[in-house]
């Protein structure tokens, strides 16, 4: 696991804001998905890229169409690509394809979180996981790749922070514990985006 902190400066951050306001608005809005036992996510979500990552009663699965739209998702912005691609490197994966992007918008007025998962939809579950957290500081918690049982670690994620998850972490347990309201001035509403880059295939 690889926690860069501050690797984004304000004017990157509110960059990458607009990335994603656009991209939403590419894909007719964010949605708040339900788990495959209807429950709710504690979030709302959008992709771009490939393909983009969808959640409903049938399960977890990559799509090249948005349900939203009936229409391809987004593509993935080139300064994205670019910026996946040398933070791959950093983990010594020179040939990185990030192919999608998940993004979860954790509103400040929601007690917003995420229980302990694996990322392991993906088809090739070898490259990295690469996360940009942007707003309010998140709580996030990580364990172990064998069992959602085993001990846990906190850590913050501050706004501009990466964590990429590779080797023995890419399919460790994680999960968002807690947003904390009102530790960032970039998003105009408080709450909190996190970019989930991924390469799928």
């Not at 894909?27 to 969808?54: A, D, E, H, R």
């Not at 799509?63 to 040398?86: D, T, W």
């Not at 399919?171 to 904390?180: E, G, R, S, W």
Request: aromatic share 6%; proline share 5%.
């Amino acid at each position: 696991m690889l926690h860069l902190k501050n690797y984004f400066n304000e004017s990157e951050q509110q960059a990458l804001v607009e990335l994603t306001r656009n991209i939403a608005k590419t894909n007719g809005g964010m949605t708040i998905p339900v788990m495959p036992t209807g429950s709710k996510f504690n979030c709302s979500q959008t992709s771009c890229g490939l393909v983009g990552w969808l959640s409903d009663r049938h399960g977890y699965r990559y799509s090249k169409i948005n349900p939203q739209n009936n229409q391809p998702f987004a593509a993935m912005p080139a300064e994205l690509v670019e910026i996946a691609q040398h933070l791959a490197k950093l983990v010594d994966e020179p040939n990185y394809q990030p192919e999608t992007c998940l993004i979860n918008f954790y509103a400040a007025e929601r007690k917003s979180k995420m229980g302990l998962h694996q990322d392991n939809t993906e088809r090739n579950l070898i490259p990295c996981i690469i996360s940009i957290s942007l707003g309010d500081d998140c709580i996030f918690s990580i364990g172990s790749n064998r069992s959602r049982k085993d001990p846990v670690t906190d850590i913050t994620l501050r706004s501009g922070d990466v964590l990429i998850l590779h080797g023995e972490t890419r399919l460790a347990y994680h999960a968002v514990k807690k947003i904390v309201p009102g530790t960032s001035p970039l998003l105009k509403n408080n709450g909190r985006l996190n970019l989930t880059i991924r390469q799928v295939y």
